[in-house]
């Protein structure tokens, strides 16, 4: 018997998107990342080839901006990259959500989610001296029979307010044999977190992690650290005319100019000003928009910024007298007018 055939009239071309990503994702991107992710996804289903500068065409961004909304997702670990021996990427990998719905929050340091950003490690997993052992249930077991830690497994139900799972469990194990931790410091570590709203141990983690990288080996330590940071933060909020406590948007815009452009407080202190004065709303879109134009400049310290504004100031100024010289008014052929003899004309008649 010969194939068949089968055809649709009804057919509906259709992209499916998950419940999930549109309920813990979609809230915290931006239109780019939005853009980018979608696409991906359209692509995939219609099994076509892409490239960056594709996409970069499609939705008129920049090839940068395409390859920061990749990166984004990959810290949310909705995908991984590939890439060659010469660091070309070369293959997008999109992650299954199921596996990432216990921790949607996965990579809020990157975010700077809280001051605790600050302290945490913004490098690659495997490139951490400090790694999660595999912990066996004998090893677990052992852990919950000590005596000293049976008060600290109270103290950390009591943070999040439930039962510990198993795996919750070997992470306080982990900060006590790997990490070095004291109870104390434990204590904190957790007061720190759920404080901030985060109750995921992927978070406390990496919060951890981080503090073990700096040496932090007190709670005194880790709070001057994240006293300072928090000043910087409020610091700069003020300089905005912001008051009370950044959104994870203020925070993220924050972080780009302290740890991506590398700006010291002189040089974002310099742009918000100029921000207050320009404007009363979206502030930290235009003071991002200006650091952004300085770090094209390369400006590294104020000097720089006169340097660009002399420069400014310079190219007006050509375009003023340029635009005198062709003035419309000074193509016409001059008159040369004998006044003398024009009022005498007038008074005679």
């Not at 919060?207 to 001057?224: D, F, H, L, N």
Request: proline content about 3%; charged content about 30%; aromatic content about 10%.
């Amino acid at each position: 018997m010969a194939r068949l055939t089968i055809y649709r009239d009804n057919y509906v071309d259709s992209t499916v998107v998950s419940n999930y990503f549109i309920d813990h994702y979609m809230k915290d991107a931006n239109d780019a990342q939005l853009k980018v992710y979608l696409y991906l996804i359209r692509m995939l289903n219609a099994n076509r080839a892409i490239s960056v500068s594709d996409i970069a065409d499609k939705f008129n961004h920049t090839e940068k901006d395409v390859m920061r909304a990749l990166k984004y997702w990959e810290k949310k670990q909705l995908l991984s990259l590939e890439y060659d021996g010469e660091g070309s990427l070369t293959g997008i990998h999109l992650r299954d959500l199921k596996e990432n719905h216990d921790a949607p929050d996965a990579d809020l340091p990157s975010e700077l989610s809280s001051a605790g950003a600050a302290l945490e490690a913004e490098v690659p997993a495997e490139a951490s001296p400090f790694r999660k052992p595999v912990y066996t249930t004998s090893q677990l077991a052992e852990f919950k029979s000590r005596k000293e830690t049976t008060e600290l497994l109270a103290i950390a139900q009591a943070y999040i307010s439930r039962p510990l799972t198993p795996a919750e469990m070997k992470s306080i194990l982990f900060f006590m044999d790997e990490l070095h931790f004291s109870e104390n410091l434990i204590d904190y570590l957790l007061d720190y977190c759920v404080s901030r709203g985060k109750k995921d141990f992927k978070y406390i983690d990496k919060v951890a992690i981080s503090w073990a990288e700096q040496g932090i080996t007190a709670p005194e330590q880790a709070k001057a650290i994240v006293g300072r940071y928090d000043k910087t933060v409020y610091a700069i909020m003020d300089q905005l005319g912001k008051s009370g406590s950044p959104t994870a948007k203020e925070l993220e815009f924050i972080n780009r100019w302290l740890k991506e452009y590398g700006f010291g407080m002189d040089i974002i202190f310099e742009a918000c000003e100029r921000t207050v004065l320009a404007t009363d709303k979206h502030r930290f879109e235009y003071a991002d928009s200006i650091l952004s134009s300085w770090l094209k400049e390369n400006v590294h310290r104020k000097s720089d910024i006169l340097r660009i504004d002399e420069l400014y100031q310079q190219k007006r100024r050509n375009t003023v007298r340029n635009a005198g010289t062709g003035n419309k008014f000074n193509q016409f052929k001059q008159n040369d007018y004998n006044f003398d003899e024009l009022e005498r004309e007038l008074l005679s008649n």
